[in-house]
C-alpha cells in the first residue's frame, strides 16, 4: 500500500526534464502586467509535443519513513500516463487514461482498477485526466483563464489569484517573468490545516523545449508532512512509446 499512496501524491506533481543547459530568471525588474496577459502567456507556453519517455529519480520524505526509487514515465498527450516505479526490481506499475486508473505491485501483490473518483475520495476535490497532466508537464492544475484573476509582482514572480477564492481551498500561481513557466504553486485550505506547495526551482531547454530540471513537493496537513524531490536523469520527446499495461491474475485487490 505504501508505493500507490507514494504514486497517488506523484500523481498531483511530477513532470521534469534535464539537459545541459539551465534558465533562471536574472531579470532585476519585472513589468507589470495584467493578469489576463500573464494567464494568456502561461497557456501559450504550455507543452505541446506529442509523446514524452523519461527515466526519473524520486526522493520520498515524511515523519516516518525514507525512500528513493526511480521511475520510467511515459505520455502520449490527452491519451495515456504510464509509470513504472524500481527499487531494484519492479515495484508497481501504472497506466492512467481519461477514464481509468490502473495500478499493481509485483512487490506486494496487490492491485487496483477504477476511474478518477478515486483521486477524489483520496485528495477530497475533483481532479480529472487533464488536470493531471497539467501538473505533470509542469502547467497549472486549474485553467487560469477560466476566471477572472488578480496579479501582483512577488519574488520577482507575476503571482496570479482567483479574485473569488474556491470554497474549498485558495489557490495561487508564481509565472515567471522570463518565460512564463510556473516557478510554483499552492493550494491551501486553511480550514483543514493543509498544504500543498509545488516549487520549480530550475528550468533547462532540452530541444527548445523548457521543462523543471527539478521539482520540489511539500505537503502538510495540521502536524505531519510530506517531501517529494524529483530529478529526471533522460528524457525524449515524439519518439514511438510502448504504453502495453495487463493487469496480472492472483493479486489482491486494494479496498479504498
Known amino acids: 500500500?505504501?508505493?500507490?499512496?507514494?504514486?497517488?501524491?506523484?500523481?498531483?506533481?511530477?513532470?521534469?526534464?534535464?539537459?545541459?543547459?539551465?534558465?533562471?530568471?536574472?531579470?532585476?525588474v519585472v513589468k507589470e502586467m495584467s493578469a489576463r496577459r500573464v494567464a494568456k502567456k502561461h497557456i501559450a507556453a504550455n507543452f505541446d509535443k506529442k509523446t514524452?519517455?523519461?527515466?526519473?529519480?524520486?526522493?520520498?520524505?515524511?515523519?516516518?519513513?525514507k525512500v528513493g526509487f526511480s521511475v520510467r514515465m511515459k505520455i502520449k498527450k490527452d491519451q495515456v500516463i504510464w509509470l513504472k516505479g524500481i527499487?531494484?526490481?519492479?515495484?508497481?506499475?501504472?497506466?492512467?487514461?481519461?477514464?481509468?486508473?490502473?495500478?499493481?505491485?509485483?512487490f506486494y501483490k496487490n492491485y487496483f482498477e477504477g476511474d478518477f473518483s478515486m483521486l477524489k475520495k483520496l485528495l477530497g476535490t475533483d481532479?480529472?485526466?487533464?488536470?493531471?497532466?497539467?501538473?505533470?508537464?509542469?502547467?497549472?492544475?486549474?485553467?487560469?483563464?477560466?476566471?477572472?484573476?488578480?496579479?501582483?509582482?512577488?519574488?520577482?514572480?507575476?503571482?496570479?489569484?482567483?479574485?473569488?477564492?474556491?470554497?474549498?481551498?485558495d489557490l495561487f500561481f508564481y509565472v515567471n517573468s522570463l518565460h512564463y513557466k510556473l516557478n510554483k504553486q499552492s493550494v491551501i485550505n486553511k480550514e483543514k490545516k493543509q498544504?500543498?506547495?509545488?516549487s520549480y526551482p530550475k528550468y533547462a531547454n532540452k530541444k527548445g523545449v523548457l521543462f523543471p530540471e527539478k521539482i520540489k513537493i511539500n505537503a502538510k496537513q495540521n502536524n505531519s508532512?510530506?517531501?517529494?524531490?524529483?530529478?529526471?536523469?533522460?528524457?525524449?520527446?515524439?519518439?514511438?512509446?510502448?504504453?502495453?499495461f495487463k493487469m496480472p491474475s492472483g493479486y489482491k485487490e486494494i479496498k479504498l
Do not use: W
Open 1 to 28: 500500500m505504501k508505493y500507490f499512496t507514494i504514486l497517488i501524491i506523484l500523481f498531483l506533481s511530477f513532470s521534469s526534464c534535464k539537459s545541459s543547459k539551465n534558465l533562471t530568471n536574472n531579470s532585476t
Open 87 to 106: 527499487k531494484f526490481i519492479t515495484v508497481f506499475k501504472a497506466k492512467i487514461t481519461p477514464t481509468k486508473v490502473q495500478f499493481y505491485s509485483p
Open 195 to 198: 498544504r500543498l506547495d509545488i
Open 52 to 65: 514524452i519517455d523519461a527515466r526519473l529519480k524520486v526522493n520520498y520524505k515524511n515523519a516516518k519513513e
Open 225 to 244: 508532512f510530506t517531501n517529494i524531490d524529483i530529478t529526471t536523469r533522460s528524457v525524449e520527446f515524439n519518439t514511438k512509446l510502448n504504453v502495453s
Open 127 to 169: 481532479i480529472n485526466f487533464q488536470q493531471l497532466q497539467n501538473m505533470l508537464l509542469g502547467q497549472s492544475l486549474f485553467n487560469v483563464k477560466s476566471k477572472r484573476h488578480a496579479v501582483e509582482i512577488s519574488n520577482k514572480s507575476y503571482q496570479l489569484s482567483p479574485k473569488k477564492q474556491s470554497e474549498l481551498f
